[in-house]
């Protein structure tokens, strides 16, 4: 029998010898179990998160397509950005809630403190926006490239360092890739940048599910 | 090497499990009783006779806060249990290739 055989029968109590064959599969099989239930992200959350942004990109895209001059995008499109991106946070805060139950110590704390410096990061972004309109930017700079691709620039940039210094290479490099990704969809002007951000995320979050799924089973 | 260097208060399925699942939480983290009843499966007495084995050798640390119904117990592997862990993961390996 290999060494680490899922469908090996073992029996949880106590008594009797364990083969070491067995303990190594009861192992096996109990630490996949674990990481399972306390993975904060899961697979199958990355890919409800790749139609989210899907819909949310793509109603920008569908507002601002052939504007001439660029205005910015229309309210319902705003709405229909809010709402998915609402309906997400809740399920967010489900699966966290979920992952972290009966978890207590220090990293509980560590996250609390992730949480309210990512806050900082990502209003920083959008009062650097309110800068830029107030400095008088066009719009097709203030409503069209900076909130289409700066928020993932910066706070892509800000989880690249984090989770390089925690040598979470996995996290590390697919946050690179997110901030690569949006710093080629700026080029390609206000009204494309959209549909570009929207393809190019939801692309990198299924095939960062697949690799998970792929590196731990 | 032999089975029988493996660490005794480890290697019984229930006690590998728990001692498994504590060590995939990140150091300074613990447990609560039920959670780790739920992820076990084992029956509250039987999870409180292996978790009372492995405290008296100092491998884990219950704490309990709260008093009667508020009252919560949590658990966590003692840097002795990790360190007791890593080494029968070590032996076991080294136990695999031997055979």
């Given amino acids: ?217 | 090497m032999s089975a029988q260097e493996l660490d005794p208060l480890i290697h019984v399925p229930a006690r590998l499990r728990i001692v498994a699942t504590l060590a995939a939480l990140p150091e300074g983290d613990a447990l609560s009783f039920p959670r780790l009843q739920d992820m076990i499966g084992l029956t509250p007495g039987n999870l409180i006779t292996h978790l009372r084995k492995l405290e008296e050798a100092g491998y884990i640390d219950t704490e309990k806060t709260g008093n009667g119904s508020a009252s919560r117990t949590s658990v966590a592997l003692t840097r002795a249990g990790r360190s007791a862990f890593e080494t029968y993961t070590e032996a076991l390996r080294g136990l695999l290739g031997d055979l």
């Fill in chain 1, 1 to 217: 029998m290999p060494a680490h055989d899922h469908t090996h029968e073992v029996l949880p109590d106590d008594g009797g010898d364990l083969d070491p064959r067995a303990a190594a599969a009861l192992l096996d099989q109990t630490t996949r179990r674990t990481n399972r239930e306390l993975d904060l992200h899961p697979p199958l959350l990355m890919l409800a998160a790749a139609p989210v942004v899907l819909i949310a990109y793509g109603a920008i895209w569908l507002s601002v397509r052939g504007q001439h001059p660029y205005t910015g995008p229309s309210l319902g499109a705003l709405a229909v950005l809010y709402g998915t991106l609402i309906a997400f946070g809740v399920l967010l805060a489900v699966v966290t809630r979920r992952a972290t139950s009966g978890v207590s110590g220090r990293s509980s704390q560590r996250r609390r403190g992730e949480a309210i410096a990512f806050a900082v990061v990502w209003t920083s972004v959008y009062v650097f926006q309110g800068a830029l309109h107030h400095a008088g930017a066009s719009k097709a700079i203030a409503y069209g490239i900076h909130p289409a691709a700066a928020p993932l620039i910066i706070v892509g940039s800000a989880a690249a360092a984090y989770e390089a210094a925690k040598e979470n290479w996995e996290w590390s490099g697919y946050s690179c890739a997110v901030v690569a990704l949006a710093c080629a969809g700026a080029f390609t002007g206000p009204e494309t940048v959209w549909a570009v951000m929207g393809v190019g995320l939801a692309a990198l979050l299924i095939a960062r599910a697949a690799s998970r799924i792929w590196l731990h089973n």
